[in-house]
């Protein structure tokens, strides 16, 4: 045992000795690192001591360091909110239905452009695809609500020359989710798309050209050789993405909000909003943002465990 004990002592020894002579064989490449580390510890790090809000009685005359301690009792007034459940049902079934249908989506946009050897028509469907996601959420809600609208709507005008009565999709609930998903899709899959494209350029011409030679057609590529390809790829971004599992996107959810959509739209971070700067609860909105934050930690953690468990790819 105490053989054991002095074979690790030397060995994270020895770890820490190599880290420090690495370090200072590479220290201008490390230097680039500095600019990053320093934006993120004033802008990601440094505001981390607003959480103390949660557990204090906010007053503007003294600001957060100096508004008195009041323990956990805004933590107890959001568990036994009589809507939490709603609003974690919510939360979870757009950001569910969100990453179902809009996790593959750019990764086949991504295989598809891959497949077109037209350069100039892949140049500007590329461009096209990434057009929306350069444009605020503002702008979308606008276009779709133009698109639906029951008044001279496109859909319904379509409806209408057909003889059928006009539909407000955007305040039926049954069409809520199909609109959340679809303007979700059509905002991100161009931009997403760019980092699976850039795993497909990795790929080696060679394997293709060997499957050619084996008499390998098109689909039987893509899944022998394409999908394996971009696999570890996929896997980091799968992590990241079951991170926003209870984040349904405030902004999206807000600008497509009608009244007769609001049992099913509510969700964590509309709720947390409007307590928060409509009402003026500064400490109970920032429960319900680290109630978020600590949810999404621990599925990211497990997730990654889970990954690295039955495969080669984890975060670390």
């Known amino acids: 045992m105490k053989t054991m004990r002095l074979k690790t002592k030397k060995s994270n020894s020895h770890n820490k000795k190599s880290i420090w002579k690495r370090m ?3 220290k201008v490449l490390y230097l680039f690192l500095l600019p990053a580390i320093v934006f993120f510890f004033i802008f990601g790090y440094i505001p981390m001591y607003g959480v103390t809000l949660a557990f204090k009685e906010f007053r ?9 301690w009041v ?5 107890e007034k959001f568990f036994s909110y009589f809507q939490f459940r709603l609003l974690i049902r919510n939360s979870f079934l757009i950001s569910f239905l969100k990453l179902l249908f809009g996790f593959p989506a750019p990764i086949i946009l991504a295989i598809m452009l891959n497949e077109v050897r037209a350069k100039k028509f892949k140049r500007v469907f590329q461009t096209v695809s990434y057009l929306p996601y350069f444009v605020s959420w503002v ?6 609500t133009k698109f639906l609208s029951p008044h001279q709507g496109l859909f319904n005008e379509l409806r209408m020359a057909m003889d059928k009565e006009p539909i407000f999709f955007l305040g039926i609930v049954k069409y809520f989710y199909i609109v959340i998903v679809t303007s979700d899709i059509w905002k991100n899959v161009g931009f997403n798309s760019i980092i699976y494209l850039a795993a497909l350029s990795s790929i080696s011409p060679m394997l293709y050209e060997a499957a050619s030679i084996d008499g390998a057609g098109k689909w039987k590529k ?6 394996p390809s971009i696999l570890p790829t996929v896997g980091i971004l799968f992590i990241l993405s079951m991170s926003g599992l209870l984040r349904a996107g405030y902004e999206q959810i807000i600008l497509f909000q009608q009244p007769p959509t609001i ?4 969700v964590l ?3 947390s909003v409007k307590v928060g700067l409509q009402q003026g609860q500064y400490s109970y909105a920032t429960v319900v943002g680290l109630f978020q934050s600590i949810v999404s930690l621990i599925l990211i953690v497990t997730t990654n465990k889970i990954a690295k ?4 790819t984890s975060l670390w």
């Open 60 to 68: 503007f005359d003294t600001g957060i360091l100096m508004s008195p």
């Open 269 to 271: 971070e509309t709720y």
């Open 263 to 266: 049992p099913v739209s509510e």
């Open 71 to 75: 323990g956990l009792k805004y933590v």
């Open 139 to 144: 702008v979308v809600a606008t276009i779709f």
């Open 309 to 312: 468990k039955v495969s080669d």
């Open 24 to 26: 200072r064989k590479y």
């Open 222 to 227: 893509i899944i022998h050789i394409t999908l």
